[in-house]
């Protein structure tokens, strides 16, 4: 999507392109599409918002914003940019396969970085 945005892409040509790269079957891509552009996706739209609107103990400033639990909180924003390493490192108990494949390729992008700098 901010591939798309970056083309200023109109939002119908921005889900071809979208789906195109992620190899969506055409019948999921055609069922995706017709549940966000019709009567479901709108009801399901509404809903979101009257949750988004309803948000305790502090209201929503802007959007996209996190829920844990159903709690909202203001301190919760600063992981906008690292949302999944702050869940990995909130999970408690074993740690999810995703965890942990995450987990090694951001060091390995660490050491590259590292190397890199050195040179």
């Not at 995703?98 to 700098?117: I, P």
């Given at each position: 999507?901010?591939?798309?945005?970056?083309?200023?892409?109109?939002p119908d040509a921005a889900f071809?392109?979208c789906s195109k790269k992620k190899?969506?079957?055409?019948?999921?891509?055609?069922?995706?599409?017709?549940?966000?552009?019709?009567?479901?996706?709108?009801?399901?739209?509404?809903?979101?918002?009257?949750?988004?609107?309803?948000?305790?103990?502090?209201?929503?400033?802007?959007?996209?914003?996190?829920?844990?639990?159903?709690?909202?909180?203001?301190?919760?924003?600063?992981?906008?940019?690292?949302?999944?390493?702050?869940?990995?490192?909130?999970?408690?108990?074993?740690?999810?396969?995703?965890?942990?494949?995450?987990?090694?390729?951001?060091?390995?992008?660490?050491?590259?970085?590292?190397?890199?700098?050195?040179?």
């Amino acid at each position: 999507l901010e591939e798309a945005a970056k083309l200023k892409m109109d939002p119908d040509a921005a889900f071809l392109l979208c789906s195109k790269k992620k190899k969506l079957d055409q019948t999921l891509s055609i069922a995706i599409y017709k549940c966000a552009n019709g009567v479901e996706g709108d009801l399901i739209q509404l809903q979101m918002a009257e949750i988004t609107e309803n948000v305790k103990p502090h209201p929503h400033y802007f959007v996209p914003w996190i829920l844990i639990n159903d709690l909202s909180t203001a301190q919760l924003q600063i992981y906008q940019n690292g949302l999944f390493n702050f869940l990995c490192d909130w999970h408690r108990g074993s740690v999810p396969k995703g965890c942990a494949e995450f987990t090694n390729l951001f060091k390995q992008r660490k050491n590259l970085q590292v190397y890199k700098d050195q040179k």
